[in-house]
C-alpha cells in the first residue's frame, strides 16, 4: 500500500483493493481463466477498455480465440493456451476464474474432467492468489441450489443438490471450489470474491451447447422446431451478459466476500421462453416436446437483494431487451454476414 499525489488529492493505491471513482487508478495485471469463453470474453472486452493489462488462461475447451480476436496485436493483453488443472506461475493482481464449461451438454461430457477443473483448477489459481498475494474471484453457480426447495433463492440457502447425479460433477465441483475459496481465504488470509451466476445468455455463446437459449434461439432461425424438454413447465431466470459483467467487476472491486447471486429475476418457463423467441424471431415457429434431462431443477429464480444493498447492483437488460441482440450475433455466425437469414 502507498499513497500518490493526483489531481490534487492523495489516492490510496491498493493493487487489489478498491478505487474511488473519479481518480485516476493504477492499471492491474489481471488474469481471467476461462477468458476465451463465453462470459470471460465480454469481461476481457470491459477490462481492456478500462485500461488494464489482461492474461487469458484458457484450454479452448469450449472457448474460441474468435471471441478474443479484437484484442489481438494489443500489448496489454495475452492469451495463454493451458489448462488450469495444470500448476501455472504469473505476477497478477486480480484473478477472475471463470474456467469451466457451463453448459450441461459440455459439463456432462467429460464429468470426470469437469470435477478436476473445478477442484484442482481452483487450487492452482487460489494457490497462485496466495504465492503473489492477488484478489481471487470464483465465478460459482446457481447450480449450488440443486433442485430447489427454497424459491426465490437467496444466498443463506444451503441447497438441494444430488451428490451422485449426472450432473453432480459440476454442482458439486463448484460446491467444493467455494469450499475451497473460503478455506483459503479464512486459513491463509487471501482475498477473495464468489459470485453464484443464474442462468446468462447473449453474443458468443457456443450456438450448438444446447442451452436451452442457444437451442431456441439457433432452432428458430434455422426454421427448426423448438425442443421443449419435459413438460416445459419448469422455469428459469434469464440474465444478459452485459449486466452480469457490470456485477462480477463490481464484486471484485467491492468489499465483501459474498457469496452474491447474480441472476435477473425475471423467472420463465420454458414455454414462455419459447413464445419469446417466437415473437422475437418466427411466429410460426414450431414446437416440439422432448424427454427431460435428468435431475433438472425445477425451477430458478435469484433473490437479489443482497448483491443490490450491497454491490449496488440490479440488472438492466431484461429478456424482450437482450434477447434481439443475441439473435443478431446468431444470424450472422449462422448465416454468413451476407445473408439475413430469411426472416
Ligand atoms: P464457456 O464454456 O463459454 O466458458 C468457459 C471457458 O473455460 C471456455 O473458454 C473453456 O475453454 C475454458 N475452460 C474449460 N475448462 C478449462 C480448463 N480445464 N482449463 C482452462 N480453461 C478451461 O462458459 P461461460 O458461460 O462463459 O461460463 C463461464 C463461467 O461462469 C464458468 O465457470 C461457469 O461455470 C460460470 N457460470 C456460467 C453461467 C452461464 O449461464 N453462462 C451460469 C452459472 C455459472
Ligand atoms: N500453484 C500454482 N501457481 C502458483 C502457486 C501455486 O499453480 O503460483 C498451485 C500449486 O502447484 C499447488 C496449488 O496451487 O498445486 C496450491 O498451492 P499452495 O501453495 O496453496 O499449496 P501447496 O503447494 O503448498 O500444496
Ligand atoms: N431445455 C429445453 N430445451 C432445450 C434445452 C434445454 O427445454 O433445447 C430446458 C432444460 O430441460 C432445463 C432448462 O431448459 O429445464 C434450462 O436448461 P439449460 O441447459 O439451458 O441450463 P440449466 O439451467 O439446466 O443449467
Redesign the pocket.
Known amino acids: 500500500l502507498f499513497e500518490t499525489r493526483h489531481e490534487g488529492s492523495y489516492v490510496k493505491r491498493n493493487v487489489g483493493g478498491k478505487v474511488p471513482l473519479g481518480v485516476m487508478r493504477k492499471s492491474l495485471r489481471i488474469v481471467v481463466t476461462g477468458g476465451a469463453g463465453f462470459v470471460g470474453s465480454h469481461l476481457v472486452d470491459r477490462l481492456i477498455e478500462r485500461g488494464d493489462s489482461v492474461i487469458v488462461v484458457d484450454n479452448f475447451f469450449t472457448g474460441r480465440k474468435e471471441n478474443l480476436a479484437q484484442h489481438f496485436g494489443n500489448p496489454k493483453f495475452e492469451l495463454i493456451r493451458h489448462d488450469v488443472v495444470e500448476?501455472?506461475?504469473?505476477e497478477v493482481d486480480q484473478i477472475y476464474h471463470l474456467a469451466c464449461p457451463a453448459s450441461p451438454v459440455h459439463y456432462k461430457f467429460n464429468p470426470v474432467k469437469t470435477i478436476k477443473t473445478n477442484v484442482v483448477g481452483t487450487?492452482?489459481m487460489?494457490?497462485?492468489a496466495?504465492?503473489?498475494g492477488a484478489r481471487f474471484l470464483l465465478t460459482s453457480t446457481s447450480e449450488v441450489y440443486g433442485d430447489p426447495l427454497q424459491h426465490p433463492q437467496a444466498e443463506t440457502y444451503w441447497g438441494n443438490v444430488n451428490p451422485i447425479g449426472v450432473r453432480s460433477c459440476y454442482d458439486e465441483g463448484k460446491r467444493t471450489a467455494e469450499t475451497l475459496t473460503m478455506d483459503?481465504h479464512r486459513g491463509l488470509g487471501i482475498e477473495v470474491r464468489i459470485a453464484r451466476i443464474f442462468n446468462t445468455y447473449g453474443p458468443r455463446m457456443c450456438i450448438d451447447d444446447g442451452r436451452v437459449v442457444s437451442n431456441f434461439v439457433a432452432q428458430a432461425l434455422r426454421k427448426e422446431p423448438l425442443t421443449v424438454y419435459g413438460d416445459g413447465k419448469q422455469t428459469r431466470s434469464f440474465q444478459y451478459v452485459s449486466d452480469l459483467v457490470e456485477g462480477l467487476m463490481r464484486l471484485m472491486e467491492g468489499d465483501h466476500v459474498g457469496p452474491f447471486n447474480l441472476g435477473n429475476p425475471g423467472e420463465f418457463t420454458m414455454l414462455e421462453l419459447a413464445e419469446v423467441v417466437q415473437e422475437t424471431i418466427d411466429p410460426n415457429a414450431k414446437i416440439e416436446f422432448r424427454p427431460n434431462t435428468e435431475d433438472d431443477p425445477h425451477m430458478r429464480k435469484p433473490d437479489i437483494s443482497k448483491a443490490k444493498e450491497l454491490l449496488g447492483w440490479e440488472p438492466t437488460v431484461s429478456l424482450h431487451k437482450g434477447l434481439p441482440l443475441m439473435v443478431a450475433d446468431f444470424r450472422k455466425r449462422i448465416f454468413g454476414d451476407e445473408k439475413d437469414g430469411g426472416s
Open positions: 500448476p501455472i506461475l504469473l487450487l492452482n487460489l494457490g497462485l496466495k504465492r503473489v483459503y
